[in-house]
């Protein structure tokens, strides 16, 4: 997701604000639906886990929060792009 957040971060040197968004939107569409498959599949595992070993289903969550953290930094930086860049 960093490749990503940098990718979003360098729409800002595009001048051609058609690009821009081709940009953001060709960046969001490769991330989003692996970046959600990630979430989800993480959720589960952690309540199967949670289960069995709650030492690691701790370990996991918190993995699974800063994967939630920086998705949530991807998606700011894109819509401040979207909106101050356009």
Do not use: C, Y
């Not at 990718?7 to 940009?23: I, T």
């Not at 939107?25 to 199967?48: F, K, N, Q, W, Y």
């Not at 289903?57 to 356009?86: C, D, G, P, Y």
């Amino acid at each position: 997701m960093d490749g990503s957040l940098q990718s979003v971060r360098g729409v800002a040197e595009e001048p051609d604000p058609g690009r821009r968004l081709a940009q953001l939107e060709a960046t969001l569409s490769a991330l989003a639906p692996d970046a959600a498959a990630l979430i989800s599949r993480g959720d589960g595992l952690l309540l199967t886990v949670h289960a069995a070993d709650s030492g690691l289903a701790e370990r996991l969550s918190i993995t699974l929060e800063k994967l939630r953290a920086k998705w949530s930094q991807v998606m700011a930086e894109t819509e401040v792009n979207f909106l101050f860049h356009l």
